[in-house]
């Protein structure tokens, strides 16, 4: 990840949730800047370009203009689609209304500070990778977008994000795209060919040290072989992505939607995501280590 420091706006009416928040992410040194209520949030946002935030922490309770509103209004500008925002919610109706205006990190008060740390360091690994993917797909080759039929493969995470964002830039709306594609990529290396369960990502997430033992592990002799295969094709009316990896296989159902009970996890809402952002026609193959998104074209 990127290691320059992240800018953070984090938005409550109570001055004391405020010097809390920053305590508790005081050792990760982000450059925090701080709202009282939506409306001075919603100013300082659009004074910004739409690079100058890696995170927003929300409350929801706020006068003039709460969270909710406030982040309606965020989810309509281009510029601040893909920012992640993370809100304050107790009820599982709080969480569901949250996801469907664009809000995939959830934080409960009093916080807990080391949950805190954990979920927003999550959301800006989140926000590096698809920067880092957007830059690139910014100096892909336009010829690419020729492809009819075409077979990859790859191990690395640096080699998931060049695909996704190559790929990317074949498809329509190819910001959402290469989000979608970069969580299914990533998903097929970490869980699929190198076996980092839920938990064990969550508490590397924690660490700090996610990427580190992304890379320990494929150094070991029972991953060198195992490898990502993509398959794209390119039929005339629709875009066929067939991803492969060479795992077990696992039990997918239960990751299709973003469920409220994952939702203060720092981890575990990808393929939701990828369906919810930019894929619909996502399908799971067998016992789960294939995947295949179908994206019809207009005209």
């Known amino acids: 990840m990127n290691t320059s420091v992240r800018r953070l706006l984090v938005v409550d009416d109570e001055p004391f949730n405020l010097e809390i928040i920053a305590e508790h992410l005081e050792g990760d040194h982000y450059d925090i800047v701080t709202a009282g209520d939506g409306e001075e949030a919603w100013s300082i946002l659009k004074e910004a370009s739409g690079e100058d935030f890696d995170a927003l922490i929300l409350d929801r309770m706020m006068p003039r203009l709460d969270g909710l509103d406030l982040l309606k209004r965020i989810k309509q500008e281009a510029r601040f689609r893909h920012l992640p925002v993370k809100t304050a919610a107790a009820a599982k109706e709080q969480v569901l209304e949250g996801i469907r205006n664009g809000a995939y990190y959830y934080l409960t008060k009093p916080f807990d500070g080391e949950v805190l740390a954990t979920v927003v360091r999550a959301a800006v690994v989140d926000r590096v990778a698809w920067q880092e993917m957007a830059q690139a797909a910014a100096v892909e080759p336009q010829a690419l977008r020729l492809l009819t039929d075409a077979q990859f493969r790859f191990q690395t995470l640096a080699e998931a994000r060049h695909l996704a964002a190559a790929l990317a830039t074949c498809l329509p709306d190819w910001p959402n795209a290469g989000l979608g594609l970069l969580e299914m990529f990533v998903n097929?290396?970490?869980?699929?060919?190198?076996?980092?369960?839920?938990?064990?990502?969550?508490?590397?997430?924690?660490?700090?040290?996610?990427?580190?033992?992304?890379?320990?592990?494929?150094?070991?002799?029972?991953?060198?072989?195992?490898?990502?295969?993509?398959?794209?094709?390119?039929?005339g009316d629709a875009i066929v992505v067939h991803v492969r990896d060479d795992g077990p296989g696992f039990d997918w159902r239960a990751y299709l939607d973003f469920d409220p009970r994952r939702a203060f996890e720092p981890n575990g809402r990808g393929i939701a995501l990828a369906r919810q952002l930019c894929f619909p026609d996502l399908e799971y193959v067998g016992a789960g280590n294939e995947v295949r998104v179908t994206v019809r074209l207009a005209g």
């Open 188 to 235: 097929a290396v970490e869980h699929g060919n190198l076996g980092i369960a839920l938990d064990e990502k969550a508490a590397l997430l924690k660490a700090g040290r996610w990427e580190a033992e992304v890379g320990r592990r494929l150094a070991l002799p029972e991953y060198r072989d195992k490898w990502v295969q993509v398959h794209y094709r390119h039929s």
